[in-house]
C-alpha cells in the first residue's frame, strides 16, 4: 500500500467511526429502554422471543440469539427462551423451496410461536417482504412486536408495535447498530441474573 493510500484508508476509517458514534449519540434510549424491560419480563416470565432477519441482519439474529440463551446468565436452564428464526438452514431451504421465501419466519411463527411472545426483526430498510409477512402473522397470533431499523424504516416502522430507528443510508452502520444495541440490552440484562 503506498502511503498515499495509507492515508486515505485511515482517513476512511475516521470517518465511519465518526458516523457510528453520531448513529450511537441519536439512539433512542428511551424505546431502547422498553425493549428491555419487555425481555426482562420475557426472562422472568419464560416466554419466547424470536429474532429474524436477513443477511447480516440474519448473522446478527443468531448472534444475539446465543448471548440471551447462554452469555448473558452463565447459568445452564437460566437464559432467555430465545430463537433465532434465520439460523436453521433446512427449515428455511425447506420453506422457501415450498412456500416461497416471503413466509420462511412467518411460518416459523405459525408453529412455534404463542400469544404473549415477542418478535423481535431486523432490517436494513424495513422493507423486506418475508420481515413485513413476519410482522404481519406476530400480530395475528398476538405477540408483541420490535424492529430494530435502518434508512427510512420501511413499511415495517408502521407494522412493528416499536420501533429503534437508526436514522443512517448505511446498511454496514445499520447493522453494526444491531448488534451494538443488542450487547447493550444484554449487558443490563446481567443485572438481573441472580434474581431471576
Known amino acids: 500500500m503506498s502511503v498515499d493510500e ?3 484508508a ?3 476509517f475516521r470517518r465511519y467511526g465518526m458516523r457510528l458514534a453520531r448513529v450511537i449519540e441519536s439512539l433512542d434510549c428511551a424505546s431502547l429502554a422498553e425493549l428491555a424491560a419487555e425481555l426482562k419480563g420475557c426472562w422472568r416470565d419464560r416466554r ?4 429474524a432477519g436477513n443477511g447480516g441482519s440474519a448473522g446478527n439474529a443468531v448472534h444475539l440469539a446465543n448471548d440471551f440463551l447462554y452469555a448473558m446468565s452463565k447459568r445452564p436452564g437460566s437464559g432467555l427462551c430465545v430463537e433465532a428464526l434465520p439460523a436453521n438452514p433446512a427449515v428455511l431451504t425447506c420453506l422457501a423451496n ?3 421465501y416471503d413466509s420462511i419466519f412467518s411460518l416459523q411463527l405459525a408453529v412455534q410461536a404463542r400469544a404473549g411472545d415477542v418478535l423481535i426483526v431486523f432490517s436494513g430498510s424495513g422493507n423486506s417482504p418475508n420481515i413485513l409477512k413476519a410482522l404481519t402473522e406476530a400480530k395475528r397470533i398476538g405477540l408483541r412486536t420490535y424492529a430494530l431499523l435502518g434508512f427510512s424504516g420501511g413499511a415495517a416502522k408502521a407494522l412493528a408495535d416499536k420501533t429503534i430507528h437508526f436514522v443512517i443510508d448505511d446498511m454496514q452502520i445499520a447493522e453494526d447498530m444491531q448488534l451494538i444495541t443488542g450487547h447493550m440490552l444484554v449487558q443490563w440484562l446481567m443485572n438481573f441474573r441472580d434474581e431471576i
Not at 48 to 51: K, L
Open 48 to 51: 419466547r422471543v424470536f429474532i
Open 10 to 12: 485511515q482517513e476512511h
Open 6 to 8: 495509507n492515508q486515505a
Open 98 to 100: 415450498d412456500e416461497g
